[in-house]
């Protein structure tokens, strides 16, 4: 039985030139053929479920046994590899929706911006094959467990197409989860600023915007109609292709979600009236500040929240200080299926710090493993990946971290151990070897 | 020659509407108009508390005589007026009126650091005191009537454009030349702080604002004593010649009458203050500045919230001013605050006296009103001689009325502005109001004409026989005939009815026919006769025989206005949601068996007993019961305890701006200048534990601004929030954002853009600094104390090298926005050349790579947590960077930057655990001691210690752990947060917005106009912020 600190020596022998390699972005992790056990580890499902000495069983990339170790017997025999993680946590891999990271490198640096395509209606914009697998600021995100993230365009009224990819691959065509999964909407805004009162005032032109696309999915559903129907015959003239409408195809038979992004409450009531009115299979509302308000009609409409970020302040000056804290709380006793996200402010380094909304929503009511729910199972399901991801579950890929403390809270989010598939992942990266870097100029040793 | 000039003078500032005889031609004959005019038996109003009945003598525009009884002289034109009453015509001196309209110049998205006036004027385009408003004064009669029908015959108008705005004119409303109507030219001078229609970069803020007013009076004065060795400069002559005059000054809000009345007594100024109508919310201290103040009558209109989810956007702060704005001069008066009332902001003129009612049905006594309106305005601009009164040789402005001035039903008859006579309301005005007897031809219908005096209104009563019937709809039978029995039904119709002089005419339809009557109305009979058509066309005779007199309904008391004082909120400290009725008063405290994170060598401290009083830690350790039963005893068992969290760099709680981006340097302006009190976010961070906050200047500028070091001392004041004896501090900034790299290509203007540039600026500025010192220690050493020696004017005072001086000096500390390496060690450099140390890097994110030469050079970091990639200069920032500081011995703090962070610093704090693995107690002095440290306030707060400030937090838990809240914030051993409060505060909040809200849909359904809602979200700064926000 090896322990976990000499598979962490093992990995960084695998990459021995890592001393040489500063301020790098770490390759990404060997896939093996080792059958591999974690044993003993405080394991988080992603369901609510879990078990607090557990063990975890990994080949091929995938989880082939998730028990309790205590329950078991266990044949050495039948592993190459066992790690015991006693007194440590597992959970799947964080999942973090409506992320730009990898679209963007300098926030102020133009040429490192990939992620706003000019125009309004652009569902044909396909973040995929934007995204940098090296990325330097993916790397200081995944070293927090945060693993894999729905790449999302931004702008415009409708962004574009979103792409599902790990943080751990070496191309974007490797690191795909799911590909073209939904179109992002900007929902008009009720509500636009105003320069001369410098306030939010009723924007005139709402219902007009609406109108645009409402007549844009009109459209995109009546000729994906004619091009099925001229699919199923034989010699008819085809009509021309346009990609805007062939991007929107899929939307009408559920093959891709549509994100819509709103927060207001009367924009959400509308939202809820766009998707009966086109029969939208899978609608997900992102940001959805007011969703609590309208908690009951997104249950029984069917449609998940990604919520607004968690960190962020109260909208309304009167509201309670801590609202934005505690909407986890309010949606989950609501009974809406809702996840966590990091959009905003600086949002691509900062999505390192996922986890720790998930802490704070903690504080703030939500029980412990619901909160590891909002970004891991709940997250998958929202976005439709979790028959691969999301839990840790038999079947499922081996796409988990290890801390060595409780990873939702800062003090003791510390990563031991991180598979993407099943590939160890390296738990370094280049903020890692400044400090080195430093600490070896002054003398000094952790 | 010069007697001659002056009697000149004389006429033309006094006499003004006397004969012109000599000066000017005349085309024609000449006209004589020299007869005097008395009003007799007149209840005259000489001022608001002084009333007598009498008589009014007036002779060319002026007043000759007034009292009981006057002897007339010959060749008098006797008005009686019995029954009437005369006021002074209102005084407006507030006014734009007769002012060439203001062009904004053209947007321009370079910058302009430079004037581009021609003429020898100032170097700054919104200081323009050199205008003088009768130069472009020209009567302009539609406003004139607008304001004369209100009852105003003179006002103070001046150009409303810049920071210093020159000289304003006292002008009267009458008709006539221009000239006639100056009644004086040069009348009060007038400040703001808004630069107005230049376009010139400095000021952006209104710090920079207030800066530059205060640059402005130390100039003038310089100027005006080294005259004879300076260029010409027109701008400062006239500054300084100004200052003699009344000064008024725009402030837009009721901290910025107080902002401007220390700038006032700086520079030995008593101010007078426009208002913007939330005075109310603070008059104690605006009473204490000894100012008078003009308000503004514009109330706000009910917000139309009739869609409860867009209400959301009303803020309570907006909602309560709604209800409480009419309250204003009530509350004003009841300080004892000098205030006069202008129109100025009112859109529609005609409201004027609806609100003034409005503010009387608050409380405000109808003497103070008319005070408001007339003696006090003139006081404030030394008229009080020729206008706001009925005195001996005051002009002849006045106002003839029916009745009380501010009843409801009384009319204006005239305003007489200069002796010159301008109808309101025709006094002859025939009340035909009653009820008659209506014949037309054969047919008698009864005519009741009711409504007020000036508009009556007219209804046609007359009978109509019919059937009876049952509610069924049956016919009623007569028992015994059996026939349908007969009712007679009155039936009313609306008439439209129009009285001209004694001409009347009346129109009218009955079962679909229009009858048209018009006639005259006989004056000592009252009996109306004429001629009409009638249905068929033909012409018939009808009268009208009054029966009975109009009967006004009585209202209870005599002002006929109904107190509207029932019902109304309170004046909330901030006015604003979780605002206090009444400030908590200071108690003792006593928390019992919790775990003290002290800071100090005895460390974490298990169960254990805190006592506070007087705001100060008394006790710490096992503490027996205390005597006082007021003292607050809070159970501690299981909770956590630690210093209140200092936040290093903070932007929150600052109006208008939190950069001066229009020059290089900004030493001279300070965010002290411009704290809020009334902002959310001061709560909000409280319920995260924060107590203390530097306020700091933007980056924008390599020499930033002066900071605020302020206590979170939610409901207090701007003054009181600040540290007494505030450390100095100054911003500066490094990199990126100084050298403009990523504010577009138009910004490539200002000096420095590189980061070599950088550097040549510091030492510019000080070595400048060093120089301005040296020259007032020569001044001030001098040896000309001596007798008979030359008198030696003092060097200018430059606020702006005073400031660096100070740096240089060791008095003031800089806290530098610093990211890369490089200019870090430069700075450290010019600082070691120069003679001085660098308090505090902040952001400081590359200061692990120069942790060893800040250590050297005793620079403390104040770092963010984890941020990086905003920007190309933080591509290597490190989230160890706090941990490695702090282990090289450089003290180290953890800050926000940003209001939302702020309310969890203690999270930012426990990533240094994470990153570095810095110790618990260790990454709690991040955001405690450290930055008390940096801030040279560790002598009062940031660890736990007997005499210490009693700044403490009691949380739920280990208060590093994300599951942790804050249960109770104490500043100054106040407690300002407690989670239970906090709880019933909701409440009350929402019940106060339903009432709020209700009280606004009776207005609307009441018929009154409502504004559209505009929400207001408080602007979230950080350092990039450029704008001036407007709050």
């Known amino acids: 039985m090896m322990g976990i600190d000499r598979i962490v020596i093992l990995i960084l022998m695998v990459f021995s030139h890592v001393g040489s390699t500063l301020a790098q972005v770490y390759p990404p992790g060997k896939p093996t053929d080792q059958r591999i056990l974690l044993l003993n580890g405080k394991a988080h499902i992603g369901n609510g479920d879990t078990i607090n000495k557990s063990a975890i069983a990994i080949e091929n990339g995938k989880i082939t046994m998730v028990k309790n170790a205590l329950l078991i017997t266990i044949k050495e025999a039948d592993y190459d590899t066992i790690i015991d993680i006693a007194g440590q946590h597992v959970y799947p891999g964080f999942i973090a929706p409506n992320s730009t990271v990898g679209l963007q490198e300098i926030g102020s640096v133009r040429a490192t911006k990939d992620y706003r395509e000019t125009g309004s209606l652009n569902p044909h914009v396909r973040s995929a094959i934007a995204f940098n697998t090296d990325s330097r600021v993916t790397a200081t995100v995944k070293t927090n467990g945060v693993l894999i993230g729905q790449i999302c365009p931004r702008g415009g009224r409708i962004s574009g197409t979103s792409s599902i990819l790990h943080f751990d691959g070496w191309n974007w065509e490797d690191a795909l989860y799911r590909e073209d999964d939904a179109i992002h909407i900007n929902w008009p805004a009720m509500f636009s600023f105003d320069w001369k009162t410098r306030g939010r005032v009723p924007n005139k032109k709402y219902d007009v915007l609406k109108k645009e696309l409402e007549d844009f999915f009109m459209e995109s559903s009546v000729y994906a109609e004619k091009k099925w129907e001229e699919s199923n015959r034989f010699y008819a003239e085809k009509s021309p292709t346009d990609l805007r409408f062939e991007a929107m195809k899929e939307v009408f038979t559920g093959g891709k979600s ?7 409450v009367k924009e959400i009531q509308d939202i809820i009236e766009f998707k009966k009115q086109f029969n939208i299979e899978r609608m997900i509302l992102v940001g959805g500040y007011d969703s609590y308000l309208v908690a009951e009609n997104l249950k029984n409409n069917d449609i998940a929240v990604v919520l607004r970020r968690l960190h962020s302040l109260p909208m309304y000056q009167q509201e309670d200080v801590d609202l934005p804290y505690k909407l986890p709380k309010l949606l989950k006793d609501a009974g809406v299926k809702f996840c966590l996200n990091n959009a905003g402010d600086m949002e691509q380094m900062g999505l390192r710090n996922l986890p720790f909304y998930a802490g704070t929503a903690v504080a703030y009511g939500l029980s412990y493993e619901d909160a590891v729910a909002s970004i891991t199972s709940s997250a998958a399901e929202i976005l439709g990946i979790d028959d691969v991801v999301g839990t840790l579950e038999e079947g499922k890929d081996a796409t988990l971290i290890v801390s060595r403390g409780d990873a939702l809270d800062m003090m003791t989010n510390k990563l031991s151990l991180a598979m993407v598939q099943g590939r160890f992942m390296i738990l370094r990266n280049h903020q890692d070897d400044l400090y080195q870097k430093y600490m070896n100029k002054y003398g000094l040793t952790d | 020659m010069r007697v001659v000039l002056s009697i000149l003078m004389c006429f033309v500032l006094f006499l003004n509407h006397a004969q012109d005889v000599n000066l000017y031609p005349t085309n024609g004959v000449k006209q004589q108009k020299d007869l005097y005019y008395a009003f007799t038996n007149a209840t005259l109003h000489i001022s608001g508390s002084l009333t007598t009945k009498g008589t009014l003598l007036i002779q060319n525009g002026k007043i000759v005589k007034v009292g009981a009884i006057v002897s007339l002289p010959k060749g008098t034109v006797k008005l009686d007026m019995k029954g009437k009453h005369i006021y002074p015509s209102f005084v407006d001196v507030y006014s734009n009126y007769g002012q060439p309209e203001i062009k904004q110049g053209k947007h321009d998205p370079r910058p302009q650091l430079e004037t581009k006036k021609k003429g020898a004027f100032g170097w700054n385009e919104a200081v323009r005191p050199e205008y003088n408003t009768s130069d472009h004064f020209t009567a302009n009669q539609k406003s004139a009537k607008e304001l004369r029908n209100i009852g105003f015959g003179s006002v103070l108008t001046h150009r409303m454009d810049g920071i210093a705005r020159g000289t304003a004119a006292l002008v009267s409303l009458n008709e006539g030349k221009d000239r006639d109507l100056i009644i004086d030219p040069v009348a009060s001078t007038h400040y703001s702080f808004t630069k107005g229609s230049s376009r ?11 800066a530059l007013l205060r640059q402005t009076f130390c100039d003038a004065d310089y100027y005006s004593k080294n005259k004879n060795d300076l260029s010409l400069d027109l701008s400062l002559e006239a500054f300084q010649r100004n200052t003699s005059l009344p000064q008024i000054v725009e402030a837009n809000d009721k901290f910025t009458i107080l902002r401007a009345d220390t700038i006032g007594d700086e520079f030995g100024h008593q101010f007078i203050f426009k208002g913007s109508g939330n005075e109310y919310q603070r008059a104690k201290e605006i009473k204490a500045t000894g100012g008078a103040v003009i308000i503004p009558l514009d109330f706000p209109k009910p917000y139309d919230v009739s869609d409860a989810y867009a209400a959301r956007l009303v803020t309570l702060a907006q909602m309560k001013h709604w209800e409480l ?6 509350i004003l008066a009841a300080n004892n605050i000098d205030f006069a009332i202008t129109t100025y902001g009112l859109q529609k003129k005609t409201d004027f006296f609806g609100n003034i009612r409005k503010a009387i049905a608050r409380g405000l006594s109808e003497a103070d009103a008319l005070n408001a309106l007339t003696s006090v305005p003139a006081r404030m601009i030394n008229a009080q001689d020729r206008v706001g009164g009925l005195g001996v040789g005051m002009l002849a402005n006045f106002l003839v009325c029916s009745g009380e001035l501010f009843e409801k039903n009384t009319v204006i008859y005239s305003n007489w502005v200069q002796g010159d006579e301008f109808v309101i309301n025709p006094m002859d005005l025939v009340d035909i109001r009653g009820t008659y007897k209506l014949k037309i031809q054969e047919n008698d219908r009864t005519l009741v004409v009711s409504g007020s005096l000036k508009k009556p209104k007219a209804t046609i009563e007359y009978n109509v026989v019919s059937d009876s019937v049952s509610e069924n709809g049956d016919l009623v039978l007569d028992e015994q005939t059996n026939k349908p029995i ?22 009218f339809k009955l079962s679909d026919e229009f009858y048209s009557l018009s006639g005259t109305v006989h004056s000592k009979s009252g009996i109306w006769e004429g001629l009409g058509t009638l249905p068929d066309g033909s012409w018939a005779k009808w009268a009208a025989l009054k029966k009975k007199d109009h009967k006004e309904k009585e209202s209870k008391n005599n002002t006929g206005i109904k107190p509207d004082t029932i019902g109304i909120g309170n004046i909330t400290y901030p006015m604003m949601a979780y605002g206090w009725d009444t400030l908590p008063s200071l108690k ?9 994170w002290t800071n100090e060598d005895s460390g974490i401290l298990e169960k254990t007993d805190l006592l506070i009083r007087d705001g100060k830690i008394k006790m710490i350790g096992d503490i027996l019961d205390v005597v006082d039963p007021e003292t607050i005893v809070i159970n501690g068992a299981g909770k956590h305890l630690t210093p209140g969290i200092i936040d290093e760099h903070s932007h929150i709680a600052i109006s208008r701006g939190v950069n001066e981006s229009g020059q290089a340097s900004s030493a001279e302006v300070s965010i002290a200048t411009v704290v809020n009190s009334d902002d959310i976010n001061i709560y909000r961070q409280l319920s995260g534990g924060v107590t203390s906050s530097q306020l700091l200047h933007g980056s924008a500028n390599p020499i930033g601004g002066q900071s605020a070091v302020i206590k979170l001392k939610w409901g207090w004041t701007p003054e009181q929030m600040k540290y007494s004896e505030m450390p100095k501090f100054i911003k500066f900034a490094l990199g990126e954002n100084v050298k403009q790299s990523n504010w577009g290509s138009y910004n490539t203007v200002r000096f420095p853009q590189t980061r070599m540039g950088v550097e040549q600026v510091y030492y510019d500025h ?17 040896k000309s104390k001596k007798k008979n020696a030359p008198i030696v004017n003092p060097p200018r005072r430059d606020l702006e090298l005073e400031a660096l001086a100070q740096i240089l000096n060791g008095e003031r500390f800089i806290t530098c926005h610093s990211y890369v390496q490089s200019e870090i060690n430069m700075l450290m450099k010019v600082a070691d050349s120069m003679g001085f140390k660098v308090n505090t890097f902040t952001h400081i994110l590359e200061g692990y790579k120069v942790a060893d030469k800040m250590k050297e050079h005793g620079a403390g970091g104040s770092s963010f947590s984890d941020w990086w990639a905003y920007k190309y200069e933080v591509r290597d920032a490190i989230p160890h960077n706090p941990s490695l500081l702090n282990r090289m011995g450089v003290v180290t703090a953890v800050n926000s930057d940003d209001a939302e962070m702020a309310r969890r610093l203690n999270q930012e704090a426990a990533k240094g655990i994470k990153y570095g693995g810095m110790s618990q107690e260790d990454a709690l002095k991040m955001v405690t001691l450290n930055p008390a440290k940096l801030l040279h306030i560790d002598d009062r707060v940031g660890s736990i210690k007997v005499g210490k400030d009693a700044d403490v937090v009691v949380w739920s838990g280990n208060p590093l752990s994300v599951y942790s809240k804050v249960e109770q914030t104490i500043v100054d051993g106040y407690v300002l947060f407690d989670k239970n409060r906090d709880i019933a505060l909701r409440k009350e909040i929402a019940a106060e917005r339903a009432r709020l809200i209700s009280k606004m849909l009776k207005a609307k359904l009441g018929g009154e106009p409502t504004q559209k809602i505009v929400g207001k979200k408080g602007r979230i700064h950080n350092c990039n912020v450029l704008t001036d926000d407007g709050n």
């Open chain 2, 325 to 330: 704005a009419p309250s204003n001069p009530k």
């Open chain 1, 258 to 264: 549509v994100c819509v992004h709103a927060d207001f």
């Open chain 2, 766 to 782: 000080f070595i400048r600094a060093r120089e301005y010192e040296e020259e007032w220690d020569r001044y001030i050493n001098r």
């Open chain 2, 200 to 210: 010139q970069s400095y000021p952006s803020s209104l710090m920079g604002a207030i």
């Open chain 2, 588 to 596: 003792q405290i006593l928390i019992r068996d919790i775990t003290i």
């Open chain 2, 486 to 507: 007969k009712v007679t039904r009155k039936k009313q119709v609306k008439s439209m009815l129009t009285l001209s002089d004694r001409k009347v005419s009346l129109t």
